[in-house]
DNA sequence: ACAGACGCTGAACACTCGTATAGTATATTG
DNA sequence: CAATATACTATACGAGTGTTCAGCGTCTGT
C-alpha cells in the first residue's frame, strides 16, 4: 500500500515520505535508544512494522540505512539551526534542537558522536564552524571575551559540549540531569549542570595570578614556533 | 604451559600472570584498538595466540573477560594515581597516566566509557572524587578560584576532559592532536587544544558585566529552591 | 483491459558469533 | 611410577546476523 506518488526511487530530497520514511526513523529511534551495533535488520523491521526484507529493498544494506540516518539527521539539524539562528548566538550548540523535533535527534547523536562516520565528521565540522560563528557576534556584541584563537576555544567549547553529551548517562548518574531528555533545560535538576558550567564560562578556575602565569607561558611558546 | 604457581583459578589480586594475564591483556589491546563490539573471543585469541576455547575456559565467558578487563584497568589506573599524586594536583586527570603503563589504557577509556558498565561507573565516580580533593587542594594553595558548587564543578570539568578524550577521533580531525597519543603532552600540536583549554581556565568566556549578570541569575534561583 | 512496475513478504542462504564438549599434553601430587 | 589436576586445542552446535530470491498483490500507464 503505497500512499502518494514517489514513483521513482531516488526519493533525493523532499517527497521522502511513507514507509520508507518510516524506516529510517525506526532506525534513528533504535540507534538513539540502543545504539548502532544492537540496530539489527529485524529490529528496525520490528519497530516499523515491515519485514526485515523492506529494510535491505529501501536502502540497499543495513549500512544504506545507517548512512540514511546520518544524512537526515544532519540535515534536520542543519535546518532546525538556521531557523532558530535568527533568535541570537548560543554557547550551547544543541540546546535549541532538544525540544523541536519530535524525533530523538540527540539521543541519536549521543550514540553516533563517538563512533566515526562521514556524515557525523561533517555534522560536526558544521556545529563548530557555526560555534565560531556564534562566538564571533558574542565577543562582537561585547558579551564574550575575545581570543587569541577563536577557531580552537570554538573547536573546545564545541566538543566539551558533545562530549558531555556521549557521556550524558555519567552525567545523570552524578548530576541527575539528562541531557538527553527533550526538556532538560527547563528541568529543575538542570542547574546541577549548567550552574557549574556557567560558573567557569563566567570566570574560569585559575586565580588571577597563576593565571597569567600559565597565559604567558603559552604565548612565549606560541610566539616561537 | 603454566610457568609459575597460580594452582588456584581465582587469581585476584597479585599473582595474576602467564597466559590467563596475556589474554586479558590481548583483550584490552582489542578493545582500545577496535572497540567493544569488535572485540570477538577470536581476535582476542589470535593476539594472545591461544585458542578461542581457551579465553572462554579462564574468564568464564566474553562478559567475564570484559568485566577482567574493566577491573584490571581501573585498578592500574587506581595504582598508578596514588603514586602519582604526591607529584600534586592536577587538572587532567589522565596526563600522567598517558605515558606511564605500556598498555593503551586512555584507548582503552575512551572506547568504553560512553557504554556503561559498573566497573566504568565506580572508575569515573572514583575520578570525579580525585578531581573535587585536588581541585579543593589548588583552591587552599590560591591557584584556583573558590567555587559555590565544588562537587559539580569537579564533575563538569572531570567529564569534559573525559568527553574530548572518547572524542578524540574528532579533536584530531579538527586540531591535528591527538589525545590518545602515549605522548600527546609534549606534541607540538598539544597546544592547538590545551592553549584554548587554558584559555577559558584562566578567564572563562563571558565578558564581565554578563558574567556577572548570569550568574546573579543563578544565585537567585538556587536561593529560592 | 492488459502489461509492467512497484511495495512488500516468507523463506532460505551463508556467515559469524559465543560457548559447550571431548580429548590431548604437561605438570603436580601421592 | 601411577593418578589426578590443570593448560590447552579441535570441533561442533545453536542462535543471530545481513542479505537474496521467488512470488504475491496492487497500482499506473497505455
Same mark, same amino acid.
Given at each position: 500500500m503505497r500512499s502518494i506518488s514517489e514513483h521513482s526511487g531516488h526519493g533525493e530530497s523532499v517527497d521522502d515520505r511513507s514507509t520508507k520514511a518510516r524506516i529510517r526513523d525506526a532506525g534513528i529511534a533504535c540507534i538513539a535508544e540502543h545504539g548502532i551495533t544492537e540496530t539489527t535488520a529485524r529490529k528496525v523491521a520490528a519497530i516499523a512494522g515491515v519485514s526485515p526484507a523492506l529494510v535491505i529493498h529501501h536502502f540497499g544494506s543495513m549500512d544504506g540505512l545507517r548512512t540514511a540516518c546520518d544524512d537526515y539527521v544532519a540535515a534536520t539539524i542543519r535546518d532546525f539551526k538556521e531557523k532558530t539562528l535568527s533568535s541570537g548566538p548560543s554557547l550551547d550548540v544543541l540546546a535549541a534542537l532538544?525540544?523541536? /523535533?519530535? @524525533? /530523538?535527534l540527540v539521543g541519536y547523536l549521543a550514540q553516533i558522536l563517538s563512533d566515526d562516520s562521514p556524515a557525523v565528521a561533517r555534522l560536526v565540522d558544521d556545529l563548530v564552524d557555526d560555534a565560531e560563528r556564534y562566538i564571533q557576534q558574542g565577543v562582537e556584541s561585547g558579551l564574550l571575551r575575545p581570543t587569541k584563537d577563536p577557531r580552537g576555544r570554538a573547536v573546545v567549547l564545541s566538543l566539551w559540549n558533545l562530549g558531555s553529551l556521549v557521556l550524558h548517562q555519567h552525567v545523570e548518574r552524578l548530576?541527575?540531569?539528562?541531557?538527553?531528555? /527533550?526538556d532538560a533545560l527547563t528541568s529543575p535538576t538542570a542547574s546541577a549542570y549548567i550552574g557549574p558550567l556557567y560558573e567557569i564560562y563566567g @570566570?574560569?578556575?585559575? @586565580?588571577e595570578p597563576f593565571a597569567t602565569q600559565i597565559q604567558q607561558l603559552f604565548t612565549e611558546s606560541e610566539g616561537t614556533s
Amino acid at each position: 500500500m503505497r500512499s502518494i506518488s514517489e514513483h521513482s526511487g531516488h526519493g533525493e530530497s523532499v517527497d521522502d515520505r511513507s514507509t520508507k520514511a518510516r524506516i529510517r526513523d525506526a532506525g534513528i529511534a533504535c540507534i538513539a535508544e540502543h545504539g548502532i551495533t544492537e540496530t539489527t535488520a529485524r529490529k528496525v523491521a520490528a519497530i516499523a512494522g515491515v519485514s526485515p526484507a523492506l529494510v535491505i529493498h529501501h536502502f540497499g544494506s543495513m549500512d544504506g540505512l545507517r548512512t540514511a540516518c546520518d544524512d537526515y539527521v544532519a540535515a534536520t539539524i542543519r535546518d532546525f539551526k538556521e531557523k532558530t539562528l535568527s533568535s541570537g548566538p548560543s554557547l550551547d550548540v544543541l540546546a535549541a534542537l532538544r525540544d523541536a /523535533p519530535s @524525533e /530523538p535527534l540527540v539521543g541519536y547523536l549521543a550514540q553516533i558522536l563517538s563512533d566515526d562516520s562521514p556524515a557525523v565528521a561533517r555534522l560536526v565540522d558544521d556545529l563548530v564552524d557555526d560555534a565560531e560563528r556564534y562566538i564571533q557576534q558574542g565577543v562582537e556584541s561585547g558579551l564574550l571575551r575575545p581570543t587569541k584563537d577563536p577557531r580552537g576555544r570554538a573547536v573546545v567549547l564545541s566538543l566539551w559540549n558533545l562530549g558531555s553529551l556521549v557521556l550524558h548517562q555519567h552525567v545523570e548518574r552524578l548530576l541527575g540531569f539528562d541531557l538527553t531528555d /527533550p526538556d532538560a533545560l527547563t528541568s529543575p535538576t538542570a542547574s546541577a549542570y549548567i550552574g557549574p558550567l556557567y560558573e567557569i564560562y563566567g @570566570e574560569g578556575v585559575f @586565580e588571577e595570578p597563576f593565571a597569567t602565569q600559565i597565559q604567558q607561558l603559552f604565548t612565549e611558546s606560541e610566539g616561537t614556533s
